[in-house]
């Protein structure tokens, strides 16, 4: 008979993921609005996600913006005014300091509140823009601009041509951003690639953890929800990020 493992360091998933990353070199992230529940910006599905009863298919498209800019402008407004009173939680506080902790980091967010930036992460990649970054609907050539007034209620137009002004956010049916998609594709060669706070039903996003383990990466999920990328995860940890991600530093801490 073999002498049985100490039962805490199979049964708690928080010492496997440290020991892990404490062997890591190169460490990739991939965030998305969980990540901020605990700021109080509320996620896009699931309970409490929608607004007004719109699900976000129906309002994050140019057509939905060309049918009825007010309504898709009356929703970022709510957004933007949620963001402007959020400030970053524990989770985006142990991701900063994990920026600065190992050789390779990179933080892919789906995330567009910038509460990443704020908690002083270094390699983010927005891979869906910035909601306080507007553009032209006509692509009058004006370049996009920062506009963090939270208070929308005349709708923002282009400076140059007077044209209605859009949210710098990529919506559905369009391309991320290129350099955005190619940094995230080059961060999926790593030691570690750890997800959290994503429904993972959005692509391109959803597949970056998939393709991060065929490349050999050791992946996590952390997620108090399954999703669809949980069976196919080497460690899926059932919890909120700002509790679990709190975990694991302390004991990567303590591995140091
Ligand atoms: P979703 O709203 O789809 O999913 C949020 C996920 O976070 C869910 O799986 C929740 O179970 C999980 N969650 C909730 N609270 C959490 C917590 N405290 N800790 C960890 N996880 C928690 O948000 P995204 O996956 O980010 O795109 O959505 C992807 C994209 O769909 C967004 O970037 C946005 C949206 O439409 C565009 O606007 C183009
Ligand atoms: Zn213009």
Same mark, same amino acid.
């Given at each position: ?63 939905? #913006? ?35 902790? #190992? ?23 927005? #891979?869906? /823009? ?29 400076? =140059? ?24 594709? /080059? ?11 994503? =429904? ?38 059932? /919890? ?17």
């Amino acid at each position: 008979m073999r002498a049985a493992r100490p039962a805490r360091l199979i049964a708690d998933p928080a010492i496997r993921a440290a020991e892990k990353l404490s062997a890591a070199r190169r460490v990739t992230v991939i965030t998305g609005a969980g990540v901020s529940a605990a700021s109080g910006i509320p996620t896009f599905r699931g309970p409490g996600g929608l607004w007004k009863n719109h699900r976000p298919e129906s309002l994050a498209t140019a057509a939905a #913006f060309s049918r009825d800019p007010v309504t898709v402008w009356e929703w970022y407004a709510w957004r933007r005014q949620k963001i402007a009173a959020a400030a970053p939680n524990a989770a985006h506080t142990v991701l900063a300091r994990w920026s600065r902790r #190992f050789d390779a980091f990179t933080l892919v967010t789906q995330n567009v509140d910038g509460l990443h930036e704020q908690a002083g992460t270094k390699g983010v990649v927005g #891979f869906h /823009g910035s909601i306080w970054r507007l553009r032209c609907t006509q692509n009058c050539g004006a370049p996009e601009w920062e506009d963090r007034d939270a208070d929308q209620s005349a709708l923002p137009h282009c400076g =140059s041509c007077g044209s209605l002004a859009r949210p710098g956010v990529v919506w559905f049916g369009e391309e991320i951003p290129t350099e955005a998609l190619e940094a995230a594709i /080059g961060a999926l060669d790593c030691d570690v690639c750890l997800v959290a706070g994503t =429904s993972s039903v959005v692509t391109p996003a959803a597949g970056l953890v998939e393709e991060a383990r065929r490349r050999g990466a050791y992946t996590i999920e952390i997620n108090p929800e399954a999703t669809p990328v949980t069976g196919g995860v080497d460690l899926a940890i059932a /919890g909120r990020a700002e509790e679990v991600l709190v975990e694991i530093d302390e004991k990567l801490s303590v591995e140091r």
